[in-house]
């Protein structure tokens, strides 16, 4: 093989962390409405390989057959038949385009995923695995073709690629797995968003700040003497049905939508005060508001936000002066627990135990780069 073929045939390899929403959940999917997220050290990886007349996207987390992606005159084409891969697909689909448009000569491409982000039996903790794969994707596909994306236009392609998919996505959780470390964001409008996309240039929308207009990522401390705890409910839910049904009631008037916003943004801004502050003591009160909150929104909907499991969770946390929310769009997965120093970690690991609540240990990744 000469240099050139062995130079193809290398590998880039990238990987995405996970993520765990702290607060804001629900109310985030509204544009310009503040939360609080943290990306985790469990991580999904990229390997992506240059190919020649097709590429394919390889997980064993999806079984063992390839999916097979070509290009035709109408675009990108993928065989579905074992998979939808759409997450990986829309983010090769998106900066495909980009690749077009700054005139590069169009390469194939074979990738291999491998995620963290579940248990051994495939199960997934509610880690944010799409959103994990898509910014390891756009990341790898940067770098295979030199497009030397910033970190905030890596961030709003995997977000322009993830709302073909899921029109709601907030793409907090794409923040966290881009940025590391705690984040304080605001979403922008994604129907815009996709109108854009489907409109025009993806290299001019990166560029047109009033097509952005509401979002704002933001590099948070971490609390001072809090220790952060994750426990899993052993119960997969879905976010995004989850999401629509709270939408559903709401537009029914079964919520009082425009107090819940309110009472969520007041109590986020104050967490993110607190957070940069140092303010332990106001964090803590944050966290157990936020989880107060969520309880409202979900007897007002009749969605079951926080299940029996993430209940006990909560209070078994609450017990030894901790405080414990559901994070993300309950239903089941995970809690989180912020604890003062001295309090009966152990205790609460134990009772969590009885209760069949699997302590995952997991910390927070620490910051990659600092949001533009």
């Not at 390839?66 to 035709?72: E, F, G, I, N």
Request: overall charge negative.
């Amino acid at each position: 093989m000469n240099r050139g073929a062995a130079a193809r045939a290398e590998t880039i390899t990238v990987r995405a962390p996970g993520k765990l929403f702290i607060a804001g959940e629900y109310a985030v999917v509204s544009p310009g409405e503040p939360s609080v997220l943290v990306a985790v050290d469990r991580y999904l990886t990229v390997g992506l390989t240059e190919s020649v007349g097709a590429g394919s996207i390889h997980s064993p987390e999806y079984g063992r057959m390839p999916v097979v992606w070509t290009r035709s005159e109408g675009g990108l084409t993928v065989d579905r038949e074992h998979h939808p891969y759409d997450y990986v697909f829309e983010a090769i689909t998106v900066a495909e385009r980009l690749r077009a448009e700054r005139g590069l000569a169009p390469r194939f491409f074979d990738l291999r995923i491998d995620s963290g982000l579940d248990d051994v039996s495939g199960r997934k903790f509610g880690l944010g695995s799409s959103a994990a794969v898509t910014v390891a994707t756009v990341r790898a596909i940067d770098r295979f073709y030199g497009f030397d994306l910033s970190p905030t236009e890596l961030f709003q392609i995997a977000l322009l690629a993830t709302i073909q998919v899921a029109p709601t996505a907030s793409g907090g959780d794409l923040a966290a797995s881009t940025f590391g470390g705690w984040i304080g964001y605001r979403a922008p409008d994604r129907e815009l968003l996709r109108q854009r996309t489907a409109a025009g240039s993806i290299d001019a929308l990166l560029r047109d700040t009033a097509a952005w207009e509401g979002l704002e990522i933001r590099r948070l401390s971490a609390p001072r003497d809090l220790s952060f705890l994750v426990g899993w409910t052993g119960a997969p839910a879905s976010t995004e049905r989850l999401v629509d049904a709270v939408g559903r009631r709401s537009r029914a008037g079964s919520i009082d939508h425009t107090a819940f916003l309110e009472d969520s943004r007041r109590c986020v801004n104050g967490l993110w005060t607190s957070l940069e502050t140092g303010d332990d003591s106001a964090t803590l009160g944050a966290v157990n508001a936020a989880r107060h909150i969520l309880q409202g929104l979900g007897a007002q909907s009749g969605v079951s936000i926080e299940t029996p499991a993430l209940r006990a969770l909560c209070e078994v946390a609450e017990s030894i002066g901790a405080a414990a929310k559901p994070s993300g769009a309950g239903g089941g997965d995970c809690g989180i627990v912020l604890a003062p120093a001295g309090a009966d970690v152990a205790g609460m690991l134990r009772a969590w135990e009885a209760h069949d609540i699997r302590h995952l240990t997991v910390s927070v990744h620490a910051p990659e780069a600092e949001p533009a």
